[in-house]
């Protein structure tokens, strides 16, 4: 063969050779990026590319895509050349769209992490390096990874829409926006579903209610869509519109935080600190919730009084629920917790409360509850002393009631959060008492603080019928109902403002004895063979020692 | 100079379950390089040790600590350190073997190129590197185990932690994972192992717990133990001892004579040997034999059996469950 003849086939043995070089290139980029990737994430994916569910329901999805992409055309008909049916045609795409993303990617959450705990692969999982809300997170994860590829798979739908006119882009992107939201708080709400239980009765129960939440949810959203496509594009332009969806995004960010630090707690080792972050995160939530409602009552609500029984009621509500929860913790804390205690004077002082316990937990809800009666005691006093021309004048019913309204809510859930934590010590010296019967024991509480004597008042002739009285005085919703009702103070108001106060200063002082006993706790130093092995770690990260300069003329 | 400290501790380690004691005052250390066999009959409180090691439970009392580590305390040092290898095999549907490897790798945190080197050094030792691409829940059980030794085994642990890791194996497979745990202890790790196939263990262990209701019964090197059983059998805590005996002109004249003998039970004769459980000592058995010869047996072999691991076993353990 002449050396011509050879030289192509030299050149064409080079071009496959430089292609795998450069895929080879490709290829150690994306594992060094999928180095940075979740575990659970890049596990799981891998599974739903060869999983039979995740083939059906994306061919189902594109299916359904098609199908409605025919029959709505020739539905509409050749009035479709002139008229504005993108609306019409997005609400259907919608409809097919909501089922993967509010159904099957929450409840397949759900089942991921359920799975892996009947299958115990969860026990493997959890004894390697991966932390709890790594976990989460890969679950998370993997659910928002599904959302997006059904997402882009129905996307040049609703371009299309789009193109038909009847809908703007804002509308389009508005109804996806919140869409997606709702598909992953119902994933973190399906997750810490997942994580309640792993015994497979109990599953089987979550796994029911699971769907009918979901199913619910997907037949609400129905709404939503709805009244977003007929009414709310006028609103767009509408700068109070933004302010109201900020406000939700907000609130909506802070429970989902909540949700998934619930799970990753959830799924945290015994001995570890199971409460400090949601701790953390409750206080945050209601910062945000101060500032907001703040703003509200500043600048759009100028002054305006309802403002402040709705930050009352909410923070209330908010404070009693994340109460009921704390005060199920247990009131041992393990050597590994007791290391990060806080230490200095003012760490003691404020960051106690953030220690898990639940005497701690008592007097956080306690105490944010009576800073949010602070604040509105301010506002009232910044209406009425400095008389502010910004502020539109408190009402007469307003001044009157609004601070007994919130003196009379701090002692009810002073007192029922108290009487709640007083039976669960009781009990836990005969039985474990965990969290979730810890609060469920407190929702008792109160119904039958509440429904006890609406039982009595409507079963005995002479009562039935008639108005509030002193027997509903163990009821908090008609009790707080009753003094706002009327303008001027209600004639039951010194009793009930001064018993109530009372029964909630008692139930309280009962309960410092085991408030005092967790705030006594104090930090204990790390084991020896903990601290070298940190000092070993500390002095491998830290940088080569500098060469010390001996002569001038280095 | 550094403390130096057993690679695996169990410090008065107890687990109660209501009023079961499934771990009742139990303490033991495997240095590094040893392997600890532990012996039990079902719901003897392996298991539940074995977890509590791995951090996947709490004790009621007392500590484990794995490197100077306390499970309690610090369990995130601890899965740092240890690999375990439970009774089940916990694979996924839709992954094969080195992706099911490979995550395991990405869940230790392992980056780049040692985890791909993780994976396929765990493979080689494993023999799974043939059936890499084959799905994890498509092998049969012996290649489970090899994966799930090889999951446990993929951050390079100095300490691992099997539990019953021969169980439903093929005599091949078998001696294969044995010889696996041999080379993983020379190579350094401590070893703690559970099974009920004894004789398996009697190869590989350098020391053995007889653990019962939650009890640590006998403790100590294989001989140890052994010599506990013969003590036992010495001292008549109505302890049985398998005797053989072989005479010249057939055995079932003494058949006949032993049949009589007081304490010969379960009398087998076949040629011209017999076999029988003698009850008593060995002065006993010694009173035995004389009788033998003065009755005018021509006896040419008269001995007790070796007794094994598994007859210590027996003798040590009730038999109860809880």
């Known amino acids: 063969m002449s050396a011509e003849a050879e030289l192509p086939q030299i050149e064409d043995a080079a071009e496959p050779a430089s292609l795998g070089r450069w895929l080879a290139t490709v290829d150690r980029a994306m594992g ?7 575990s659970i994430l890049v596990k799981e994916t891998r599974q739903a590319l060869k999983s039979r569910q995740f083939t059906i329901t994306f061919g189902l999805l594109l299916f359904c895509g098609w199908i409605w992409s025919i029959l709505g055309v020739a539905i509409i008909g050749p009035d479709i050349w002139h008229g504005a049916h993108g609306h019409d045609m997005f609400f259907g795409y919608y409809v097919i769209l909501a089922f993967p993303l509010l159904v099957i990617v929450p409840f397949g959450a759900f089942r ?29 994860g993997s659910a928002a990874l599904q959302m997006l590829v059904y997402l882009s798979a129905i996307s040049p739908c609703l371009a299309f829409t789009y193109m038909l006119r009847g809908i703007d882009v804002m509308t389009i992107l508005f109804i996806i926006f919140y869409l997606a939201l709702a598909s992953m708080a119902l994933s973190v709400i399906a997750l810490l579903a997942g994580t309640l239980t792993s015994e497979k009765h109990w599953q089987v129960v979550l796994s029911v209610l699971l769907i009918a939440g979901l199913l619910y949810a997907f037949g609400m959203s129905f709404f939503f869509a709805a009244v977003t496509l007929s009414e709310l594009h006028s609103v767009f332009r509408d700068a109070e519109f933004w302010q109201a969806n900020a406000a939700v995004v907000t609130g909506y960010v802070s429970y989902f935080m909540l949700l998934f630090y619930a799970a990753a707690s959830q799924l945290t080792f015994s001995s570890d600190n199971r409460s400090t972050r949601l701790r953390v995160v409750m206080v945050a939530q209601y910062v945000a919730f101060v500032g907001w409602m703040g703003w509200v009552w500043i600048w759009p609500g100028r002054g305006d009084v309802d403002v402040a029984w709705v930050f009352l009621m909410f923070v209330a509500f908010h404070w009693y629920a994340m109460g009921a929860l704390m005060t199920g913790e247990s009131p041992e804390l393990s050597p590994r917790v007791k290391r990060q205690l806080p ?36 506002a009232v006093a910044a209406a009425d002393w400095f008389s502010l021309s910004f502020f539109t004048r408190w009402s007469a ?23 709640g934590l007083l039976l669960i010590r009781f009990l836990r010296r005969f039985a474990y008492v965990g969290i979730l019967l810890a609060a469920l024991l407190h929702v008792l509480l109160v119904l039958l603080g509440f429904g006890i004597p609406l039982i009595i008042h409507l079963m005995s002739p002479s009562l039935r019928g008639t108005d509030y009285n002193l027997l509903h005085l163990t009821d908090p919703f008609w009790s707080l109902v009753y003094l706002v009702d009327r303008p001027g103070l209600p004639a039951y108001a010194p009793v009930l403002l001064t018993v109530v106060p009372l029964a909630a200063l008692l139930v309280f002082v009962l309960n410092l004895p085991g408030v005092v006993r967790e705030v006594r706790h104090v930090r204990i130093a790390r084991p020896k063979r903990v601290a070298d092995e940190d000092a070993a770690l500390a002095a491998a990260k830290a940088p080569p020692p500098q060469p010390v300069r001996t002569s001038p003329w280095d | ?52 090691l791995a951090t996947l439970d709490l004790p009621t009392a007392g500590d484990a600590t794995v490197d100077g580590f306390s499970v309690v305390n610090d369990p995130d040092r601890v899965r740092r350190r240890l690999g375990f290898m439970p009774d089940y095999f916990g694979t996924y549907p839709n992954v094969n073997v080195r992706e099911y490897l490979d995550f395991f790798a990405r869940a230790y945190q392992m980056h780049g190129d040692k985890r791909a080197d993780a994976v396929e050094r765990v493979m080689d030792f494993t023999g799974l590197d043939v059936l890499a691409d084959k799905p994890t829940d498509g092998l049969s059980k012996g290649m489970k185990q090899r994966l799930c030794l090889g999951r446990a085994l993929i951050h390079d642990p100095g300490v691992l932690v099997l539990d019953e890791p021969a169980a439903g194996l093929d005599p091949r497979a078998r001696i294969e994972v ?51 059983g013969q003590q036992k059998a010495a001292t008549g805590d109505g302890a049985t001892n398998a005797v053989n005996v072989r005479v010249l002109g057939g055995a079932t004249a003494l058949g006949q004579w032993l049949a009589e003998q007081a304490g010969v039970s379960q009398l087998n004769v076949n040629g011209e040997a017999a ?26 072999a008269f001995g007790s059996k070796q007794q094994t691991l598994e007859d210590v076993f027996m003798q040590v353990t009730e038999g109860l469950v809880q």
Request: aromatic share 8%; with cysteine; glycine share 10%.
């Open chain 1, 32 to 38: 060094a990026a999928s180095d940075r990737l979740n």
């Open chain 1, 112 to 140: 991921s992490l359920a799975g892996e705990q009947e299958d115990r692969t969860y026990e493997l999982m959890s004894i390697t390096t991966l932390n709890p809300r790594q976990i989460v997170r890969g679950k998370l």
């Open chain 1, 343 to 378: 230490q200095s004077f003012l760490g003691r002082v404020f960051l106690t409360w953030f220690n898990p316990g639940p005497g701690t937990g008592y007097l956080l809800a306690v105490s944010s509850l009576l800073s949010a009666l602070v604040l509105v005691t301010i």
């Open chain 1, 397 to 419: 019913r307003g001044t009157e009631s609004i601070l007994p309204f919130g003196v009379l809510a701090l002692s009810y859930v002073t007192f029922y959060l108290g009487i």
């Open chain 2, 1 to 52: 100079m550094a403390d130096s400290h057993p690679m695996i501790e169990l410090r008065h380690l107890h687990r109660f379950f209501g009023d079961t004691r499934a771990v009742d005052d139990v303490s033991f250390a495997v240095q590094p390089g040893q392997v600890f066999g532990y012996i039990g009959p079902n719901g003897a409180g392996k298991t539940t040790s074995m977890r509590i």
């Open chain 2, 178 to 228: 044995r010889r696996m745990i041999r080379t993983l202890a020379d190579d350094g790790k401590a070893i703690l192992i559970s099974s009920h196939i004894l004789t398996e263990l009697a190869e590989i262990c350098d020391v053995v717990g007889i653990i019962e209701r939650g009890k640590l019964l006998a403790m100590g090197s294989v001989e140890e133990i052994q010599q506990i």
């Open chain 2, 275 to 300: 076999t029988f459980l003698h009850a008593g000592d060995l002065e006993a058995e010694a009173d035995l034999l004389r009788s033998m010869i003065e009755a005018g047996f021509r006896v040419v």
